[in-house]
């Protein structure tokens, strides 16, 4: 058992896949969405298109991460020696090999997709724009501060918007934009990250998230020449009463913690996991209870492989044998 753990773990902590149950419930829930408002039962929808999508989020948020630490390994030597890569616990050219794989299999993924689907052309479209994205994130936006934090909401709004590119209900994708730039600043800053933030740097964050909010519906409203399609009506309750429910979470988080890196960290994590929540709170209130408790089981799946990646790299940890550094007198 420790063999293969030892080397499968590693591979599972630099794709950081125990989170991509997160992206898999933003594409679910607007395949959902998209199908059930053009009249087509929830039930009704092939397997292939769920396992297609799969794919192709599970991709996508694989390679962002191993692509991440795979540019960042000589700089994680100094501040995160514990990661598979600076560890040497996984090779260089493996995590390459890893990161081109997962690529590959959210490009086969989004094409089997597009495959007989209308809006075919507009998903490879936003699969582009999504991997482009994510690319700028890893090699430079992440150090531009206010244009890494917003390039991280637009990851998921391609993502989520991948499956549905006429975003029938464009709250949700909206949604999932603000939380996590707004998640992710204030994380930033409870973390005490480099280079600070600076009042400039929140007014461009807040700046331009209202831009792109100002911009996603005004493209709605005109491509369909009417704003009945951002009507607010009951199904929006339940999103409504879930972020209601993180902001306590969020005050509650920082009370529990006096440090605030930790605060930062823990915040984080709950923002990616508060995702499923919304998704199914979206599905609860525009199809049913039934289709948003198995988006909702995506959520104890997430946490509890979390958990266990913790466990697993506890477990092994204690099976090494320790290591002596030699001390020069």
């Known amino acids: ?49 769920f396992a297609a999508l799969a794919m192709v989020s599970a991709g996508l948020y694989g390679f962002g991460m191993s692509l991440n630490d795979i540019i960042d390994r000589r700089r994680d030597q100094q501040l995160a020696s514990h990661r598979p890569l600076p560890s040497g616990r996984i090779g260089l050219v493996a995590a390459h090999v890893i990161c081109v794989l997962l690529a590959a ?30 690319v700028f994130y890893d090699l430079a936006g992440k150090y531009l501060v206010a244009p890494g934090l917003l390039t991280l909401g637009l990851i998921r709004l391609f993502n989520a918007a991948l499956p549905a590119p006429r975003m029938p209900v464009p709250w949700q994708p909206m949604l999932l934009l603000n939380h996590i730039v707004l998640v992710s600043t204030v994380a930033y800053q409870w973390e005490q990250k480099r ?20 911009l996603l519906i005004f493209a709605v409203a005109w491509r369909r020449h009417t704003a009945s399609a951002l009507a607010i009506g009951p199904g929006l309750l339940w999103p409504a009463a879930a972020a209601a429910a993180f902001v306590g979470a969020a005050v509650i988080i920082r009370k529990r ?14 923002g990616l996991l ?24 995506l959520l104890p799946v997430a946490y509890l492989s979390v958990q266990l990646m913790r466990w697993w ?17």
């Open 257 to 270: 913690n006096r440090n605030a890196r930790q605060a930062g960290g823990t915040l984080m994590l709950t």
């Open 195 to 214: 280079p600070p933030l600076t009042k400039r740097h929140w007014w461009a964050v807040l700046g331009g998230l209202a831009a792109m909010d100002g």
């Open 274 to 297: 508060w995702l499923i929540v919304y998704d199914a709170a979206f599905v609860a209130g525009y199809i049913g209870l039934a289709p948003a408790g198995l988006i909702l089981c």
């Open 313 to 329: 790299s506890g477990i092994l940890a204690l099976s090494q044998r320790p290591a002596y550094k030699r001390i020069e007198t």
């Open 105 to 134: 299999m959210a490009t086969v993924g989004t094409l089997v997709y597009a495959a007989g689907n209308p809006d075919g052309d507009m998903s490879l479209i936003l699969f582009c724009f999504t991997l482009t994205m994510i």
């Open 1 to 49: 058992m420790f063999p293969i753990g030892r080397r499968l773990l590693p591979i599972l902590q630099l794709t950081r896949m125990a989170l991509a149950f997160t992206a898999l419930a933003d594409s679910f829930c607007a395949l959902m969405l998209s199908e059930t408002r053009a009249g087509v039962s929830w039930t009704a929808i092939s397997p292939v298109r």
